[in-house]
Structures are given as C-alpha cells and as structure tokens.
C-alpha cells in the first residue's frame, strides 16, 4: 500500500547520494510473473552511489567516467535510410570483433538519451554491455536535426519530419536481416520514442520481441505542468539544459545551408534572440515553435497535443500505453531529478498486463552509479537479465 504521503509528486527528488535499497516491482501479466519467478536482482540491494546524475549539477562529471571507461575495440557500420518524407537517418551498427556472439541472441535497437548519439562515451559502453554478453549487434538511432552527429551524419538534409522515424527504421533492418529478432531499448528522450513506437501497431510483429526503457515521462501532464510549478533550483536547471539542446541543434548546428534555409521556412529565429531559458516562460515558445513547427508533419500543433500524443500516459482518455502489445520493461529511479515519476501511475500502469515497473529508490536520471571507485553501474545487469528474458521466454510472453 501507497501511503498518501508517498503518493506526493514533488520536482525537487534530488539527493546527492543515492538510497542503498532494493527495487519495487510492480505488474499484472505474464512479464511480471515471470520476473518475480526468476529475477535474481530483485533481491540485490543497490548503492550507496557517491553521487546520483543530475544532469544540471553533475553531468560533467559522469561524462567523465564514461569517458574513462569507454570502450576501444567497436566497430562501426553506417546505414543511411530513406524516409518516406524525403529525409535521411543515420544508423550506426556496432560490433565487436573481439567478442563472439551467440547465434540465438537478436539484435538492439538503441534511441539514446537526448544529449548522446552513437559516438558518445555513454552510447559506447551500453552497446558493449550487450556485445561483451553475446548479442551480434547493437544499431544505435542517431536522430534528425541533432548538432552534436553533424560531423558524423553528413547524409541527414533534412531536420524534420515525423515525430517518431522508429518503424521505418524497424522496417528497413527487418529488411536487411530478415532472420533476426530485435529488442528496443531506450533512455530519457530516446524512451519516449520506444514507448510511442510500441503503442503503434506496427510494432505487433514477430521480429521484435519487446523492449527495455529508463528514465522517461510517463505522465505527460504531470511533465508538463512541472514545467511551470516547480521552483527548485535542480529542476529549473535541468530544464534550461534540455531547452538549450532543442535550441541549439534546430537553430545553430544546421547541416548545411539547405537545412539552415528550411529551418528558417519554419521557424521565427528571431524570437530565440537573447532568449532567457531559466524562464518558465521559454518552456511554450520551444515546444510550440520549435519542436511542433519542425514536424509539420506530425498531428500536433500544441505542447498540450504534443504531450497528450507522445507521453505513454496523459490524462484518461489518452493513454497510449494501454496499445501496448509487446512485453515491455520500464526502468526508473524515485530520485530521478528531471523525470519523477507519479506514485499514482503504478496502479494505472497495471492496466496493461504487458508492462512491468523496476522502481529504484536512488539512481537518479540515467546513470545508475553503483559506485566511482571501481566504476560500476548496475542498470547495465538489470538491462541484461531482462533482454535474457525476453529472449527465453519469447513464445510465452
């Protein structure tokens, strides 16, 4: 049982260390059954982290270690789709020469975090937890219209286009190997996209197995809305730190003079002249003349409609999460700075049978530290155990 107290969702869960306790399960199907049945985690305490990632104060410093402990022996492949609409994605296979996969494990899908992309030292080390345990490859989704890919995605020309390019991309590498299973994995801006992509009902077929996501908004509202109301200086900096990255890769990191030109066509840049991004104020004129104005596409045209079509819950009668068919699992951290979660969404999210919540007392907003000193993260065992999962129990899940 909640109690009402718990129940609170506050935009100010921002520790410096993380709490040293186990994780709470939460499911109604045959995924959570399954789980409970055999997850060795489950029982395994985790921390005390010496700092959780805060992506306003300690981001730097987590890049750091990333960098320290990336690995050296990747190799990298460039898959350049054409979308429908015209545009490109750049696609990244990586694997390992070193290690020797296993010839029954899929494939990952990999939407990253929204200041990463396929070469950053955190993408690196995720996708070498997978092919150092056995899996051939791991594809990692570099989005359009992102700056810090220009110099390793040329070929994107054009910076918009649907809101979420995920099953032309699953189309195109079901294509490609046609004998090979898929998992999609997900964080923070790239869960979001998962999540979307699994409410669709493209994504009801036998390729994919399921996916694996952290760090996201569930409740779009609540998100939202925390926008305005909070006053706590942790997430008011996070928020100048995420509508700085829309702001820059749209307005200043264009491609080439082309995708500058039709930027302009869409955009007003002088509005984001001298624009002050800790004001709560610069949260509608990012969203509504950025994000929704860059996917003219799309069918939004405001925050509201963007939140209501892309959260996996938003108020009752938009919940995406309910069309939901394959088994999906959803990693969070309580203390999560920038993406609290709403207590109040466990017993909705029970709903829909093919969904199970890890719920972490301490991990703060993507990173997970177990500890600095040797480095260890331990999302990266909960993410294997998982995909294991899918991959044993495929034809009962």
């Not at 899908?109 to 993408?123: E, I, M, W």
């Not at 898929?182 to 390729?207: K, P, T």
Request: charged share 25%; hydrophobic share 35%; proline share 6%.
């Amino acid at each position: 049982m909640i109690s009402k107290a718990s129940k609170r969702v506050k935009f100010d869960c921002h520790p410096i260390f993380s709490k040293w306790a186990k994780p709470n399960i939460y499911g109604s199907g045959k995924l959570f059954e399954f789980i409970k049945d055999s997850s060795k985690l489950q029982h395994r305490s985790t921390g005390p982290a010496l700092l959780t990632y805060n992506p306003s104060y300690f981001r730097e410093v987590c890049m750091r270690v990333d960098k320290l402990v990336q690995p050296k022996n990747l190799t990298y492949k460039r898959h350049i789709i054409d979308m429908p609409d015209g545009g490109k994605i750049g696609v990244d296979e990586i694997s390992n020469d070193e290690e020797l996969p296993k010839s029954d494990y899929p494939s990952l899908l990999y939407c990253t975090g929204g200041a990463d992309h396929s070469y950053t030292a955190r993408s690196k080390v995720r996708a070498n937890w997978f092919l150092e345990a056995g899996y051939p490859s791991v594809f990692i989704v570099n989005r359009r219209c992102c700056g810090r890919v220009k110099q390793h995605s040329p070929q994107i020309t054009v910076p918009y286009g649907k809101y979420n390019d995920l099953p032309d991309i699953v189309d195109y590498l079901v294509d490609i190997i046609p004998e090979r299973k898929w998992i999609l994995i997900g964080s923070c801006f790239g869960a979001q996209n998962v999540l979307d992509y699994f409410s669709q009902s493209s994504s009801n077929r036998c390729e994919v197995l399921g996916g694996i996501v952290d760090s996201f908004q569930f409740n779009g509202k609540m998100f939202l809305d925390g926008h305005y109301t909070s006053r706590v200086p942790f997430f008011q900096n996070s928020r100048k730190l995420i509508l700085n990255v829309f702001v820059d890769a749209a307005l200043n990191h264009a491609v080439n003079k082309t995708v500058y030109d039709q930027v302009s066509e869409l955009v007003d840049r002088s509005k984001f002249k001298n624009i002050n991004l800790t004001d709560k104020s610069a949260v509608k004129l990012v969203n509504e003349e950025l994000i929704c104005k860059m996917c003219p596409d799309a069918p939004f045209s405001t925050q509201e409609e963007y939140y209501a079509m892309t959260s996996p819950y938003y108020d009752e009668n938009h919940k995406n999460f309910l069309s939901i068919k394959k088994p999906l699992v959803l990693v969070y951290a309580q203390d999560d700075p920038f993406s609290p979660f709403d207590l109040e969404m466990i017993e909705i999210l029970k709903e829909n049978p093919n969904l199970c919540l890890w719920l972490y007392p301490g991990g703060g907003h993507i990173i997970f530290t177990e500890r600095l000193i040797p480095y260890s993260c331990y999302l990266k065992d909960v993410y294997l155990e998982n995909a294991e999962l899918l991959v044993r129990k495929q034809w009962e899940l």
